[in-house]
Every structure is written in C-alpha cells, then in structure tokens.
C-alpha cells in the first residue's frame, strides 16, 4: 500500500478509513486531496498468494505493485512465477526494505522498486497491477485504469472501485485475521455504439464490464465484457466472441459463427 506518512500508526487504519469511505466521488477526488492519508499495513503473505492465484500470474507477466512496502508481491510474484516487475513507494525505507528482500530471495533481475508518487508512475506496460491502497486512492486511479489496454488485470486487497464491481472477489480464511479479501477487475474494451452484423444491428450500452442493448429487434441478456472478451445472449443462443479494435469475432451455443463491425 502506498506509504506516504512516515509515521502512522496501524491502529489509525479503523479511522482512516471511515474518513476515506466518506469522501468525494471520483470527479471530485483529486490526487492531493488523498496523498496525506494513505498509512503503511503490509498485505499478509497468504493474502498476497491469493492476489496473485487470482491475477492469473504468469511468467509472461509484467506486474506493477502500487504502494509496494516491503515489496512481498512483487518479489512474491518473482519468485514463485517468474513474473517480472516493480513497485513504487513514497517512503524511502521501504524501498529500501524491498529492494533488500529482492536480493535475499534472488529476484534483482527481474523485480525492481523506486521511490515514485503512485499516481505519476506510467502503467502502460502491466498486465497486472496489485494495490493496496484505501477507497478514495482506488477511485482517484480509476480513470487511468480504465485507459489501459483491455485484459489488464487489477487486483487489490480489501478494498472496491466503488461501483465499478469485481469480476471476482475471495475471502482468505486462513493465515490471515484482517483485511483479507482479494477482488479482481479486468480492464474492459470499450465498445458501446452500434455494430453491424448479418443478423441485424448490434446496439451496445456499457457501464464498465457490464453491456446492455439489442440484437435486431432482440434484447440481449447476460451480457458482459472480460476484457476483450464479449457475451451476451439472445433468446436461447449464447454468443461468446473477441474483440479487436473495431470489429468482433466469434461463435454461438447453436453452433454457428458471428461477425460485427463497428459503425
């Protein structure tokens, strides 16, 4: 989590966050608004190994830890999957701490940390991005998240995007007796307008993940983005598909096959 006092004590947390919970929403929150209040609490290991199950993180990942403390994801995510990576943290003996444990688990190659404001770091190369950071931080950072490449993977401890809901969400029972509850988003591609398809018009509405809209003359059900991935279902056939840029491929619980293209 992002370390931006020097000294606060953990026992502050309960009434930071009940300050955080409280505040602006999100186009009012600026990044200095949030930056004093954001206090130290190292994720528990067995949380950590959750966020990472959860992020599906593999070898081919870059992973970026904003607010990384003592660097356990990071090095976490080295270490027992080959991932590469960062974190970034304002207070420098964190850094230090982590870029300690880096070389004690013999990850130097591939995780990194620097002494960096969180909301000045470019997040363009993650696949994945770990935070632990309170509700007024996470929806300060929503809208550069949003802007990210479609299938990034966001994962976070204990605390929401506000009504940007998880795609998924665990409770980690054992090894851990607070804030232990690891939630993911999948950065969703934008595809709200109309497409054409062969059946008709594909007409879209989307808030985050979530789509709505119409095939033909049709409403579509269940419909959701994951990613670059689309579902949605008219009358009894599921439509299942893959977004690229301005068009959309894919097949159908009949049997057959669709195609869309963006108007």
Do not use: H
């Amino acid at each position: 989590m992002q370390r931006l006092m020097m000294v606060l004590k953990t026992a502050l947390l309960p009434l930071v966050l009940c300050m955080a919970v409280t505040g602006a929403g999100a186009a009012d929150v600026r990044p200095s608004d949030i930056r004093p209040s954001v206090p130290y609490v190292p994720t528990p290991q067995a949380v950590v190994d959750k966020m990472l199950a959860m992020g599906r993180v593999t070898a081919q990942d870059y992973l970026i830890d904003l607010g990384s403390g003592d660097g356990r994801i990071v090095v976490t995510a080295a270490k027992k999957f080959g991932a590469r990576g960062f974190g970034v943290d304002l207070n420098p003996v964190r850094i230090d701490e982590a870029n300690d444990n880096a070389r004690r688990n013999g990850v130097v190659d591939r995780a990194a940390f620097y002494q960096r404001d969180l909301f000045e770091t470019d997040l363009s190369q993650a696949t994945v991005i770990t935070m632990y950071l309170l509700p007024r931080v996470n929806l300060a950072l929503r809208p550069k998240i949003l802007e990210l490449k479609p299938g990034t993977r966001i994962v976070t401890n204990s605390f929401t995007m506000e009504d940007w809901m998880a795609d998924e969400t665990a409770n980690v029972t054992e090894n851990c007796s607070s804030w232990c509850q690891a939630m993911l988003w999948v950065v969703p591609a934008k595809v709200a307008g109309t497409w054409q398809t062969p059946q008709g018009p594909l007409v879209l509405q989307q808030e985050f993940q979530m789509l709505n809209g119409s095939l033909g003359s049709t409403s579509i059900v269940d419909a959701k983005m994951r990613g670059e991935q689309i579902m949605f279902t008219v009358g009894t056939v599921k439509y299942t598909g893959t977004v690229s840029g301005n068009a959309m491929k894919g097949t159908t619980s009949a049997g057959g096959s669709w195609t869309a293209t963006r108007q």
